[in-house]
């Protein structure tokens, strides 16, 4: 049973699916929908997301996407400040999608609630920047850099060493002394996998589970539902449902997604046939 996720100032009921809502501050994301930092814009599309039915907010300010440039940490820093400063009374959790540090330290100083890092707090002194305060982390698991994680992605076995990735990164968190009721773990998809790796995690999601952890899963707009059905970025809002309502009844609990009213409407009919 998943337990409430400790996640800041909040304490999140993941007994029921959280929906994540994208904020990306970044030049070149993937799907299209990067604000160039623009502050305003920003902080009004995470209020718009809240309307929607977003229960917390990842704000991103350096593309992840296959073969991005790396973005200095300060320029993150300068982008995300303003948006979490912004945003900070808006009444949902505030998560920030970093693998810095640096950026890490910066972001929970300025009041951020989550980090949600790709490299799962390997880099040095991350474990320690999350475990001295009360914010929320999400490991996730990805095999390369974002620089070069799917040139040739290859696993023995992908649903065996994703968890045993995400295990050990769990332990490796509790002992820097992050409480278990702070962390959720995210298999990466996308992020240096193949469609055939990717669909392999799908269909046997629920052996990833960590007990009472939150699953939290990301497949919206990326290219493994463009190679499903031909269509652009911002096109694959119907492959994102049908993927994301998949997850969920695999066992995730925490959804990122760029269309959150649409998630939210097909989250609710899953629910009212479960509560049934």
Do not use: W
Not at 7 to 30: K, Q, Y
Not at 213 to 235: D, E, F, H, I, N
Not at 253 to 273: E, G, P
Request: glycine share 10%; with cysteine; net charge negative.
């Amino acid at each position: 049973m998943t337990q409430n996720f400790h996640c800041g100032r909040f304490v999140l009921n993941a007994e029921r699916p959280l929906i994540m809502g994208i904020v990306n501050l970044t030049d070149d994301s993937f799907s299209g929908d990067g604000l160039h930092g623009d502050t305003e814009a920003a902080i009004a599309l995470g209020l718009r997301l809240i309307e929607e039915g977003a229960q917390i907010l990842d704000l991103g300010a350096e593309s992840t996407r296959p073969g991005a440039p790396p973005v200095a940490a300060q320029q993150e820093v300068d982008r995300l400040l303003p948006v979490i400063e912004g945003l900070h009374g808006c009444g949902v959790a505030l998560s920030v999608d970093t693998f810095k540090p640096e950026v890490m330290r910066a972001a929970l100083a300025a009041g951020a609630d989550m980090i949600n890092d790709i490299n799962a707090l390997r880099a040095p002194g991350a474990l320690q920047i999350v475990a001295a305060g009360s914010a929320a982390v999400c490991l996730m698991h990805m095999q390369g850099s974002p620089g070069t994680m799917q040139d040739d992605p290859h696993y023995s076995d992908i649903v065996g060493e994703v968890a045993s990735f995400l295990g050990e990164r769990v332990a490796a968190a509790e002992a820097a002394g992050i409480s278990l009721n702070r962390i959720a773990v995210d298999p990466g998809f996308g992020f240096g996998k193949t469609l055939a790796h990717n669909i392999a995690l799908l269909r046997h999601l629920d052996e990833l589970l960590v007990p009472g952890l939150p699953l939290l899963v990301g497949m919206s707009r990326k290219s493994m539902l463009g190679l499903l059905t031909g269509r652009a970025a911002p096109q694959r809002v119907y492959a994102g449902i049908a993927a994301h309502v998949l997850a969920v009844l695999s066992g995730a609990r925490i959804v990122r997604v760029h269309d959150v009213a649409a998630t939210r409407d097909a989250l609710a009919v899953l629910q009212a046939v479960e509560d049934y």
